[in-house]
């Protein structure tokens, strides 16, 4: 059962078709899962699982899934498509910031751009370690800083809801995690794109829960303002067919101590 201030923070993550997003990150989902290299048996924990993109992955190659998510909507989602697939997977509500586990429960601990939204981020890294066995895995993505987006974003909102600056360098990432996992620091980037900027609009309206949330908070002049900045924002970054956008993220691969 989800208290007042975390049932707030789970609407942030419902009411969006973050299935469509989810899609997207499929190589980064397949890159993790292949790192983590599930097997059968593995006791796997997926923090953050949305609508189960690791989560599948790992339970395909036999692991012991916990697919663990604030949002029910999320959870409703990903058991829909476990059962689609015939695969078993375990689905518990609850924040990052206190896992429901016993210490030392799971051998591998996932998370893809998932417990990074967690608002103590020191708190969820506590828990990360605590319910990773000794010489367990640890496999998570976090967003690097995007200058120009979060200028963007600023001018609508001038504190961000979520802060995300404690996982979005190497050095706050080894400050929070580096006394309980030796760690593999890599960077990686995503790119947006579509054929438009009005399309990645659109696509971020209907499938993005944060930014779908942020524009509830405005008014309609205001949305209208917010889109065409943006519609402009990525028509600037337009290549041939394509408007384009790279976003940078961390790997971060951890063996427990």
Known sequence: MLDEEQ???AAVWSGADYGR???????????LVAELEPGPGTRWLDIGTGTGGVAL?????GAEVTGF???QEMLDKAALAAAAEGVDIRLDLGDAERLPYDD???DVVSSCFGVIFAPNAEAAAHELARVCRPGGRLGMTSWTANPAVDELYARYV???PVSRDRWEDEASVRDLLGDAFDLELSSGEWVVEGSSGEEVWELWRTAVPPF????ATLEADRVEQFRRDYVAFYEE??????VREPRGFLRILGTRR
């Open 57 to 61: 992955r790992a339970a395909r190659a």
């Open 158 to 160: 001038p504190e961000q």
């Open 104 to 106: 030392e429960s799971f």
């Open 212 to 215: 779908r949330a942020l524009l």
């Open 21 to 31: 997003i989810a899609e997207l990150f499929a190589p980064i989902h397949d890159e």
């Open 69 to 71: 998510d604030l949002s």
């Open 237 to 242: 970054r337009r290549e041939g067919e394509l």
């Open 7 to 9: 049932a707030a923070r």
